[in-house]
């Protein structure tokens, strides 16, 4: 496969790239079908926006225990052989409760436990996941690999609600859940195929890989921990369409399984265009850049909470999706590169558990929320409690923001690749 060495597909020239991505296009497509069945299933079950909160934070309260290790981990294992354990606990529990819904047994407290189950297997692989970026394409292609990557996760957005929506209205929740146990098989089996003789050798630290050091580092970084603030308060009051989809969907504009799934769809086609324009700014990742996003960003989920009907909702969806993608690519991106190769993964462990680890917070209180104050007034106070966040950072950090000179890295090159990689 030839590509422009320079261009916005540049990551598929590397070998392992291309195997890693066709293999997660399989299992994007399963983890956004098991979301909405997901979702889906606990409504069936309760009937209620705080369950539904509930068993959303449930899976991400791992972050609070396992991310920070996981981050350690990246440093100090073969990202690889990690990745594959992973892989095999998430492919587990999609299967379990797939078979359960299957044979009539599902309970509440199987959700529940499984979906906990399914979050600390996912909390060990975010950090390990977005350091194999380097490992895999090089120190140069890595932004645009998190832009692949970002595009290929919402790509199947884009497909995989709409799929599990329609399978759900013909045959129920269990089949999606057994997709995304399958799709685990298809990664599973491509990390098995990656070569190690391409792999780009980073170097490793002689001391150990303590925690507090990835701590203290971010703390000396005003340009990475101004950008943590602002992403903590944009994830965690923001980015939960899978509550504000399923409850306007529900209890707002009375639709069923297949409307509710297309909403991720819609949500998808802004989400793709927001991944495939972030690989054209490279040169716009700069805290400032990302602030600004979060600002528009917590005002399109304001608009979006006051959508007079299903159509208007749907249609201004895209455009949240946009603003959500090309600031989070932003950010993510911004901590690979600039931070210490020796410690990347430790940062990437402290990033993503100030990004998912609000959740535990705020999908409870959204739920919770909804039903005393009422759906479209919560989706409204969390778009202005993320534009107030950023907008206070942005005043009170903005002479503190610096983005230094990007790192000189001593990288042992693949035998078929120059120093361009």
Known sequence: MRVNETGNWRSFRHRNFQILFAANVFSNIGSWAQRIAQDWLVLQLTHSGTDLGFVTALQFVPVLFFSLHGGAFADRFDKRKVLIFTNMGGGTTAGVLGLLVISHQVKLWHVFVLAFLLGAANAIDNPVRQSFNAEVVGHGDVGNAVSLNSANFNAGRLVGPAISGAAIAAFGTGPSFLYNSLSYVVVIFALTKMRKSEFFKLPKTSGGTSIREGLRYVKARPDLYVVMIVVFFMATFGLNFQIFNALMATKVFHKGAVSFGLLGT???????????????????????????????????????????????????????????????????????????????????????????GGAPLGSPLIGFMAEQVGVRQTIAGCGLITTTAASLSWLKYRKRISVPADFSIDVVLPPTYDNKG
Do not use: H
């Open 266 to 356: 819609f949500l998808a086609i802004g989400s793709l265009s927001g991944a495939l324009m972030s690989a054209r700014l490279e040169k716009s990742r700069r805290p400032a850049f990302i602030i600004r996003g979060a600002t528009l960003f917590g005002l399109s989920i304001t608009i979006l909470a006051f959508s007079p009907n299903y159509l208007a909702y749907a249609i201004w969806l895209p455009v949240c999706g946009f603003l959500t993608l090309t600031t989070l690519i932003m950010a993510n991106t911004l901590m690979q590169i600039n931070s210490d190769p020796l410690l990347r993964g430790r940062i990437m462990g402290i990033y993503l558990l100030i990004f998912l």
